[in-house]
């Protein structure tokens, strides 16, 4: 739990994480949020451990980089077309 209150300041996808769920739990969302990180950071060391492989972190913006709205559009795009539709795309007016 330290660790997790610890996390919550820095600029790393935990901090960023930590603070997407604090949000999202609200005003006393702390606690909640805190628990939530600890047990993400014990996922996080069991696969270290377990793995034997380096921890890369995805940086603070990783949460943001993911709702882009173009990437979020091409990998739409991309998934039906999977499903076999055939479209044009065009703003909306």
Request: without cysteine; hydrophobic residues 40%.
């Amino acid at each position: 739990m330290e660790s997790a209150w610890a996390v919550s300041l820095t600029k790393t996808r935990l901090g960023a994480r930590f603070r997407r769920l604090h949000r999202r739990f609200g005003k006393a969302g702390g606690k909640k949020a805190a628990v939530a990180i600890a047990h993400t950071i014990l996922v996080i060391v069991w696969h270290v451990l377990h793995d034997q492989i380096e921890y890369t972190d995805l940086g603070a913006d990783y949460y943001t980089e993911r709702d882009n709205p173009d990437i979020q559009k091409a990998r739409l795009v991309r998934q039906l077309k999977e499903l076999g539709y055939d479209f044009e795309i065009s703003p909306a007016a």
